[in-house]
């Protein structure tokens, strides 16, 4: 019945993930609105809801990539490995989006997928949500308002909104995060998972959330972290931090010249793998035609491998 539900739910990501990719279906900055899509293999946390959250979660389609916002209820997808082929290994992955929103396909599925396809069992938090305006044409008007260059933001409150006031209050999200981890120790055994090869990946504002975790949570004992094309400033590293994996673009408004957070892990002596890539802006997910930074996924899985956490 497992196998059959996972086939069920690899289908459905796939039919899904087709249907946004095909030219011309909304590839642009141009933000279209989106019926919601069933999320069939989603977990409830149970983390509570927003407080003052007048609207309901909403979906909308920007760069052909399927993103919700407005979230007040987290779940959690499982995307497990096919029977097997699994190594133990399980990854947290953290959509970005500034809080706002999240890029449910391009920093989600599409990653979870890629790592179950290596054996790893992935897990896509949508994790709750800062409020945006109700109606779609607000939304709308409010990320087209211009606004000046963000300042270089420190690793631990990495990827605040670049839309919009800075928002540094992630109780809910760390919340939902420990839930998170909480939920794949207790169905461990059901999932194929190691307890003690549980990693977390997270993009942009989701990579704020690994390290807001690394650094501040005593309920989530991580055994690596990925934060991609997060913020670069020096933090403070824990003793029991775990090994870390780094990725980053020199034309990421968010690198400006900074490596305060790998020489913060270097300093504490914990291992930690730095990528800096020649090109490949923000939000490049696994990866945009024509960028040097197209085969980090490639380096982590090496990575993961020479660590041997791809070991069954």
Do not use: C
């Not at 179950?116 to 994790?127: E, N, R, S």
């Amino acid at each position: 019945m497992l196998f059959k539900k996972q086939n069920l739910a690899k289908m459905f990501f796939l039919a899904f993930m087709l249907l946004y990719a095909v030219p011309g279906i909304g590839q642009d900055g141009t933000i279209y609105p989106l019926v919601a899509p069933e999320e069939p293999n989603a977990i409830h946390l149970g983390t509570g809801g927003v407080d003052d959250q007048p609207a309901q979660e909403t979906w909308f389609r920007q760069w052909g990539d399927p993103m919700a916002r407005n979230i007040s209820n987290a779940t959690l997808t499982p995307f497990l490995p096919e029977p097997g082929k699994a190594n133990g290994t399980a990854v947290i992955v953290a959509p970005g989006g500034g809080f706002m929103w999240l890029s449910m396909g391009n920093e989600g599925w599409e990653v979870a997928q890629a790592l179950a396809d290596q054996g790893i069992a992935a897990f896509v938090l949508k994790y709750r949500l800062h409020q945006t305006p109700e109606s779609l044409d607000d939304f709308k008007e409010f990320m087209e308002r211009p606004m000046p260059t963000p300042a270089a933001p420190s690793a631990a409150s990495q990827s605040e909104p670049t839309q919009g006031p800075p928002q540094r209050n992630l109780t809910n999200q760390l919340e939902d995060a420990e839930a998170a981890y909480a939920l794949i120790l207790d169905r461990a055994a059901a999932w194929g998972v190691d307890t003690d090869r549980i990693g977390m990946m997270g993009f942009s504002a989701g990579a704020g959330l690994t390290m807001h975790s690394t650094l501040n949570s005593d309920k989530m004992k991580l055994a690596f972290i990925a934060p991609i094309y997060g913020g670069m400033g020096a933090v403070e590293v824990p003793e029991n931090a775990p090994p870390m994996f780094n990725v980053i673009a020199t034309d990421d408004f968010l690198f400006h010249g900074q490596s305060g957070i790998v020489e913060s892990w270097f300093k504490a002596g914990i291992p930690v793998e730095f990528h800096l890539y020649q090109n490949g802006g923000h939000g490049f997910g696994l990866g945009n035609p024509d960028r040097t930074s197209n085969r980090w996924f490639d380096a982590f899985m090496y990575w993961l491998e020479v660590n041997s956490f791809l070991k069954p």
